[in-house]
C-alpha cells in the first residue's frame, strides 16, 4: 500500500506545468531535467511540479509513467498529476465499460495495455467482455483507483490548471467535469475573459499558445518529439521543452525528482517505496 504523502509546509512559489505526455516516459524524464536544470540556476523556492493529465495511451511506456507517478503523489504534494480524458477512458474501461473499452482501445488503449503486461493478443484482439477482464485483471485495481481519483484542476494564484479547457461563460464552480476533460472549439475560439487564466493540454498546437485568456501547452510529443513545461513565478512566464537537451542518463524518476525542491523527506519516502507493481 502506498503511504499518504506529507502536506507542503510553505506556499508554492514557483511551478512548472507540463503538456501531455502519452506514454513518452523517455521525453518526460529528459523534460524532468531540464527543469532541474532550470531549478538549480534560479534560487531555490518551494516548487510544484503539474502534469496536465493525458499520461497514458498513444505512446509506448505507459506503465512508467503511471507506476512512477503514482509513487511521487503518494509521497510529496509538490507532485500533481490532473486527470485527463485518456485517464477517464482508462478507468471507466478497465471498470468494466464495454462501450468505453471498445473505444479507448482505438485512442491509444491498446499501447497502453501491452506496457502494462497485457498480452498483445488480448490487447489487440476484440472488444469483449472476456478480453475486458482478462485486460482489467492483469492490470490490476490500484492504478486504476488511482486514475479515478485524480483531481480536475488546480489554482495557482491568477492561473486555473485544467487538461481540457472551460466551458466560457459559465462560473468555475458550475463547470461540467465533461468539458474540463473534453473541450475543444468552443474554449479554444473563445475571447471571453474566464477569471484565472487558464493552462490546459489536450489540442495539439507546433507551438505554445499565449492567448489573454488561455496557455495551451499540448505540442503533441507523443508523435512531435517535444514535450513542453510552462514554468511561472509570480509574474514571470518561461517555457521549456524537451528540444533544448539530449536525453538525460539519468536512470529513473525518482532519481530526477531529488532535485526538484520537495520537502527533504518526499524523495526518500518515494526511494523506500519503491514503485509500485
Known sequence: MLKRKPQAAEPVQ????????????????????????????????????????????????????IRGCMTLTASTSRFMVLKGNHEEMMAKALKGDLTVYRHWLTFGGRETLISLGVDPVIAEGPATMDNLATAAATVGPEPVAWLEKLPLHYRYGDYLFVHAGVRPGVSLKRQHADDLLWIKDDFLESDVSHGPTVVHGHSISEEPVFRPNRIGIDTGAYRSGRLTALAIEGEDRWILDTAEAPPSNKSDLLELSAGMQFPAASAQAAADQGTPA
Request: glycine share 8%.
Open 14 to 65: 514557483r511551478i512548472y506545468a507540463i503538456g501531455d505526455v502519452h506514454g513518452r516516459y523517455d521525453l518526460f524524464r529528459r523534460l524532468m531535467h531540464i527543469i532541474e536544470r532550470d531549478q538549480a540556476a534560479r534560487p531555490p523556492m518551494p516548487t510544484q511540479i503539474l502534469l496536465l493529465g493525458d499520461i497514458v495511451d498513444r505512446g509506448p511506456d505507459a506503465a512508467r509513467m
